[in-house]
């Protein structure tokens, strides 16, 4: 929501009282439709609902009508959309809390996208499927082009695999589940690596096997 003090919400929102905040507004909205959102609470600019499949936020535009609304998961997007009308809106919402599937989800709201890996999520193969992205990817960077010379090491298969930067990173699948990354960045003849875990370390390696062993090792450490 926007923070200018003179946006005035009634101009585009006139269904929702938002005097106690997008949440609140919500909650009433839905109470009026027989929904129950009890759960919403505001955040920072949004309006948020924890669920059993990760946290739903809800946002209005500013400048002209629009309610959009994203469901993450562990790092990883479920689906996403935006729309005009409220009460598809709650309806969504609603739904997702009370557990109904992703694809009859999309089917029944179509104007909510499913997010790339979300089948794989659900399927438990994010890791996989985030590995082919990035592999299949035509934007080569250091660090794609780093991880198709790594991808011959199977047994790196089971980690998330990001790229920033040109840096490669590895996580737990699904992704950002603990304090756990493996970082790593080619540098002429030498890899360097940055470990975040229970200890923070950097050092230099010296072979793409060594660097293979060592992220198996450092996932592996208690």
Request: proline share 4%.
């Amino acid at each position: 929501m926007p923070s200018n003090d003179s946006w005035d919400p009634t101009v585009l929102y006139s269904d929702l009282d938002m005097s106690e905040g997008l949440a609140e507004a919500l909650k009433r909205s839905a109470s009026g439709i027989g929904l129950t959102l009890d759960g919403l609470v505001d955040g920072f600019g949004r309006a948020e609902l924890v669920t059993g499949r990760g946290i739903v936020s809800i946002h209005v535009g500013a400048w002209e009508r629009g309610f959009g609304i994203g469901i993450h998961e562990s790092g990883i997007e479920w689906a996403s959309g935006a729309t005009d009308d409220l009460g598809q809106v709650l309806r969504s919402i609603a739904a997702w809390q009370d557990g109904e599937p992703l694809d009859d989800h999309v089917l029944e709201f179509p104007f909510m996208k499913p997010g790339k890996l979300a089948r794989a999520f659900a399927e438990g193969r994010v890791a996989e499927a985030q590995w082919q992205d990035l592999l299949d990817s035509e934007y080569r960077t250091g660090g794609q082009q780093l991880l198709v010379r790594l991808a011959q090491f199977g047994e790196l298969r089971s980690f998330f695999p990001e790229i920033s930067y040109g840096e490669l990173r590895f996580t737990e699948a699904p992704p950002r589940q603990g304090d756990r990354m493996f970082r790593v960045q080619s540098d002429g003849a030498v890899f360097r690596v940055r470990e975040s875990g229970p200890e923070r370390r950097e050092y230099a390696l010296g072979g793409l096997d060594e660097v293979a062993r060592r992220i198996v090792e450092f996932f592996a450490a208690d």
